[in-house]
T-cell receptor, first 113, second 115 residues
Framework: GDSVTQMEGPVTLSEEAFLTINCTYT??????LFWYVQYPGEGLQLLLK?????DKGSNKGFEATYRKETTSFHLEKGSVQVSDSAVYFC????????????FGKGTKLSVIP | NAGVMQNPRHLVRRRGQEARLRCSPV?????VYWYRQLPEEGLKFMVY????????ESGMPKERFSAEFPKEGPSILRIQQVVRGDSAAYFC?????????????FGEGSRLTVL
């Protein structure tokens, strides 16, 4: 079945550091790919998405490119801020005949001043 | 607030009691998901409902758990005879239906603690 593997956290960075959170997936067909963010005490919010190979999703300085050849969708940001501290979830789907998004386990990011 | 509303935000139950979690979707949305988030784990799909219809319940435990989304009123996730392993955050998400873009609108979650 479909699955998502994210890098283990937690990740701690200093303000203005470069961020990469790795995400790889296993899926049949060509699903859409998503990054969701969960701030403390809140629900998940869509951060960005890509619907086909080589698409780049971007939002709030974050970027991720849909790489079919490496089945990856790594999240990057050039200069993180304290306000970026949150848990980031990679997700894919829905697959053919399915209505579900499949989520990774999440990566907790802490940014220190 | 036009977003997904979940209540209660926090619920404490003793083993053997029942838990009822409610979810009101974004206005105009006709489809609702329930996901469970266990400590240190990601979100696990439970059930996908349309008003008055369960579309996919493949993620629901076979016993003690049920969900509904009536024609009027919120969606309800019901857990009977709770056990400590049911302690988790339960998230509801809604979509408009129709052409599916994959973007889910999440509520803030209901955190269940079973003593």
């Amino acid at each position: 079945g479909d699955s998502v593997t994210q890098m283990e956290g937690p990740v701690t960075l200093s303000e203005e550091a470069f961020l990469t959170i790795n995400c790889t997936y296993t899926a049949t067909g060509y699903p859409s790919l998503f990054w969701y963010v969960q701030y403390p005490g809140e629900g998940l919010q869509l951060l960005l998405k890509a619907t086909k190979a080589d698409d780049k999703g971007s939002n709030k300085g974050f970027e991720a490119t849909y790489r079919k050849e490496t089945t990856s969708f790594h999240l990057e940001k050039g200069s993180v801020q304290v306000s970026d501290s949150a848990v980031y979830f990679c997700a894919l789907g829905p697959g053919a005949g399915s209505y579900q998004l499949t989520f990774g386990k999440g990566t907790k990011l802490s940014v220190i001043p | 607030n036009a977003g997904v509303m979940q209540n209660p935000r926090h619920l404490v139950r003793r083993r053997g009691q029942e838990a009822r979690l409610r979810c009101s979707p974004v206005k105009g949305h006709s489809h609702v998901y329930w996901y469970r988030q266990l400590p240190e784990e990601g979100l696990k799909f439970m059930v996908y409902l349309q008003k008055e219809n369960i579309i996919d319940e493949s993620g629901m435990p076979k016993e003690r758990f049920s969900a509904e989304f009536p024609k009027e009123g919120p969606s309800i996730l019901r857990i009977q005879q709770v056990v400590r392993g049911d302690s988790a955050a339960y998230f509801c998400a809604s979509i408009r239906g129709g052409a599916y873009t994959g973007e889910l609108f999440f509520g803030e979650g209901s955190r269940l603690t079973v003593l």
